[in-house]
């Protein structure tokens, strides 16, 4: 019997390749570049179970006018690229409407209640439990008017039964010492850990599979061949590579693999900009976001990871690093002792839905195809949790959560 084909070897994909081959499937997975170097090379390195809030909302509506005037704020949008963006944004201003932002946080919040079990499960049946920290994350905010800003995340967190604390003064530095004494309150996400290396992680649960048996492809998928079931996945080398089952993994691309079935999907790149410290001058064990200031750093790869905000520019512009220059001095302004020493800047897509969901399902047109996709800054938070639910939807195994949210034809 001919294998089932992943196609796209970062965090989701290698994830859903790994779980498969767990449960005595053959699997081949196959990228155009490689396990680990898009969206994944670089990605904050977070576990953030308490950032499954939709997007679009009322009270985003009311900041955006501000934002998109200002070229240092949290969102841009090239003016190039908005004639094209708008059937995307015509979709996120619907999924703003208060009874729709209701349903979508359910969503959000039945997927992030079962990443740690699924996770946890994933990093030990593939040795690598040491790559997951024991610290969470510290949410940051100058001043009682930018706590209030906030109120409405944890007023969510508190409904669906999240974990936070809220901290002041002394209490903050405690946790962190790097951080400025003028940020006057925090609150503290315990389960929002962080990954040790996002990359590496990647790397190996992809040497894992191979051990095991499995297979990795390098080269551009430009087709299938199909027609009452799904026979072969076309290369753009002229190789073709047999598949029983087809599972489309590839992050912001998967939008062009969707059209060549006839079954095009809302799907965006949120441009994400990340700067890498090796020599800091500071430690940290937590990793910080300051939502008023649209940043984050985390501790990771070694080094320090800052980054943030969001660009809509397409697949194809050129990285604009501006941005990443941009979050590197609001984030000195959360630690001023910060010193940007062997530093590298970097640039990568985040596939975004308009209603900030992920795709978990199977295809609405073809028998033996599934789709995970469009998981936005939570990709590396939902892949556990992705990989189990797939592998379920694949091997006709019950999935243990409902999942008509998440189906590929909702739009």
């Known amino acids: 019997m001919s294998p089932i084909a992943v196609v796209g070897a970062g965090v989701i994909g290698a994830t859903i390749a790994f779980e498969l081959q767990r449960r005595g499937r053959s699997v081949v997975l196959i990228d155009r570049e490689g396990p680990g170097k898009g969206a994944s090379y670089g990605n904050m390195a977070s576990i953030a179970v308490t950032e499954f809030m939709p997007a679009s909302r009322p009270g985003i509506w009311a900041q955006m006018p501000t934002w998109l005037l200002d070229p240092e704020g949290p969102v841009r949008i090239r003016p190039s690229y908005l004639p094209k963006l708008m059937p995307w944004f015509l979709r996120f201003l619907a999924a703003s409407r208060p009874s729709r932002v209701r349903k979508l946080e359910a969503a959000g919040a039945v997927l992030c209640r079962r990443v740690h079990e699924d996770l946890d499960f994933l990093l030990k049946a593939a040795s690598l439990s040491d790559m997951l920290t024991a610290e969470g994350c510290l949410s940051l905010y100058a001043n009682e008017a930018e706590f209030r800003a906030d109120r409405e995340h944890i007023e969510v967190l508190e409904r669906f039964g999240f974990r936070h604390e809220v901290l002041s003064g002394n209490a903050i530095r405690d946790l962190e010492p790097a951080v400025t004494s003028k940020i006057e309150k925090a609150v503290l996400f315990p389960d929002n850990r962080s990954i040790r290396d996002p990359y590496q992680l990647v790397v190996k649960l992809s040497e894992k599979f191979l051990s095991s048996g499995g297979r990795i492809e390098q080269g551009e998928v430009i087709g299938f061949d199909h027609g009452g079931g799904v026979k072969a996945v076309r290369l753009k080398d002229g190789r073709s590579i047999?598949?029983?089952?087809?599972?489309?993994?590839?992050?912001?691309?998967?939008?062009?693999?969707?059209?060549?079935?006839?079954?095009?999907?809302?799907?965006?790149?949120?441009?994400?900009?990340?700067?890498?410290?090796?020599?800091?001058?500071?430690?940290?064990?937590?990793?910080i976001i300051w939502p008023a200031r649209a940043f984050m750093v985390t501790p990771t790869a070694g080094g320090i990871r800052v980054g943030g905000t969001v660009e809509m520019a397409?697949?194809?512009?050129?990285?604009?690093?501006?941005?990443?220059?941009?979050?590197?001095?609001?984030?000195?302004?959360?630690?001023?002792?910060?010193?940007?020493?062997?530093?590298?800047?970097?640039?990568?897509?985040?596939?975004?839905?308009?209603?900030?969901?992920?795709?978990?399902?199977?295809?609405?047109?073809?028998?033996?195809?599934?789709?995970?996709?469009?998981?936005?800054?939570?990709?590396?938070?939902?892949?556990?949790?992705?990989?189990?639910?797939?592998?379920?939807?694949?091997?006709?195994?019950?999935?243990?959560?409902?999942?008509?949210?998440?189906?590929?034809?909702?739009?």
Not at 259 to 278: A, D, F, N, V
Not at 361 to 384: D, I, N, Q
């Open 242 to 287: 047999a598949a029983s089952e087809i599972v489309l993994a590839a992050g912001a691309f998967t939008c062009k693999l969707s059209r060549l079935l006839g079954e095009p999907i809302p799907l965006e790149t949120e441009r994400g900009y990340h700067t890498q410290i090796m020599a800091p001058g500071i430690s940290m064990r937590h990793s």
């Open 314 to 411: 397409g697949l194809d512009a050129a990285p604009d690093y501006r941005r990443a220059k941009v979050l590197v001095k609001r984030a000195k302004g959360a630690l001023p002792d910060l010193r940007v020493e062997k530093a590298t800047e970097w640039m990568g897509h985040r596939p975004a839905l308009p209603d900030t969901v992920p795709i978990i399902s199977p295809s609405a047109k073809h028998r033996g195809v599934f789709y995970a996709t469009g998981h936005g800054h939570l990709g590396l938070t939902y892949a556990a949790t992705t990989a189990r639910l797939v592998s379920d939807l694949v091997t006709g195994a019950p999935p243990p959560i409902d999942l008509k949210p998440y189906r590929v034809d909702r739009f």
